[in-house]
């Protein structure tokens, strides 16, 4: 059996285990600290953030990592129960696995949680590839999350900027390596290449390809124009959080979409 269709068994193992009696029993396994103490579980690395802000594209980057379970399927952590696998770590993602921080800390001993920030501009202008037609995301949604994130008082978390991940991916990649005591088996920029394209989340992503700096800065497009001047009339406290991030250094920005307002 391929490793892709064992990873798939697994999933269908824990589907079926959720919608039957055993879903208690996962639950307090999960919540043992006595057991996790013993090491008998792997521990959790946790994706999460505002949606389209490159939660799946981060999940399927931990796959060039040895020692690690990555989830096929977007899953929120706690309803994905401990499987008796040799992987040091299981990582799940969800991205409003962010309002559910306190919870997994309660859950599991010791989770790690990766936190995708993106320009809120380009998030709120993201499309799903099958459907160009409709904006999948909105300005408070990320507002939100990065609300979430910014009071998280838990130190096992690293905040991974989108712009970051794919102008800089060995930078990343590195920062994760030592936050987690991961050894690489590839390069970020080479995760690509190595991804069976027929499962769900590179669906997601639309295909397998390279990193694609080109990725960012997207609202700057004419065909966004009028979807960034709604969003920011609407919000304006998106101003301050571009220039508290660094997405911006003043509010110049807005005259573009705004005028002289």
Known sequence: MGWRQYDNLIDDIKNVAFKSSLAPLFRKLNASHFLNSKGLFPKRIVICGSPRSGTTLMNELMRCYSDVYVMNREEYALRFPYLLIKEKYIVTKHPLDFKNFSKIIATYTDPFFIFLLRDPRDV???????????????????????????????????????????????????????????????????????????????????????????????????????????????FPTMHEYLVKYGYENDDTWKSHFLGNH
């Open 124 to 234: 709120i202008i993201s499309k799903h590839y099958k459907n160009q037609d409709t904006y999948l995301s909105t300005y408070p949604t990320w507002e939100e999350a990065i609300q979430a994130y910014e009071h998280l008082e838990y130190d096992k978390k690293l905040l991974v900027r989108y712009e970051n991940l794919i102008t800089q991916p060995a930078l990343v990649q590195t920062q994760i390596s030592t936050k987690l005591d991961l050894d690489a088996i590839r390069n970020f920029e080479q995760f690509y290449r190595n991804v069976s394209k027929g499962h769900q989340d590179i669906k997601s992503l639309g295909e397998a390809r390279p990193l694609d700096s080109n990725n960012a800065g997207k609202f700057k497009r004419p065909e966004h124009f009028e979807r960034i001047k709604q969003q920011l009339q609407q």
